[in-house]
């Protein structure tokens, strides 16, 4: 892999933990506000961030696509 092709993927990689850090917060967050607890705010900050990190997958591989084009 090139050193560009690599710096991509570091980016991509780092762009989508970031989005998924984010998606676990709002879940906290909401769980927060239906005063629901501890475990099932954790377990629904987790559910937020498996989430985010799928869609974040996606945009990511979308986004990175176009930018290799020449």
Not at 31 to 41: F, W
Not at 45 to 53: D, H, Q, R, V
Request: aromatic share 12%; charged share 15%; glycine share 12%.
């Amino acid at each position: 892999m090139t050193q560009s092709g690599e710096r991509f993927s570091t980016i991509k990689i780092l762009l989508e933990i970031a989005i998924a850090a984010g998606g676990f917060a709002i879940g906290l967050l909401f769980a927060r506000q239906l005063d629901l607890g501890i475990v099932p705010g954790v377990f629904m900050g987790l559910m937020g961030a498996i989430f985010a990190f799928i869609l974040a997958q996606g945009l990511t591989t979308f986004i990175f696509r176009i930018l290799r084009r020449d």
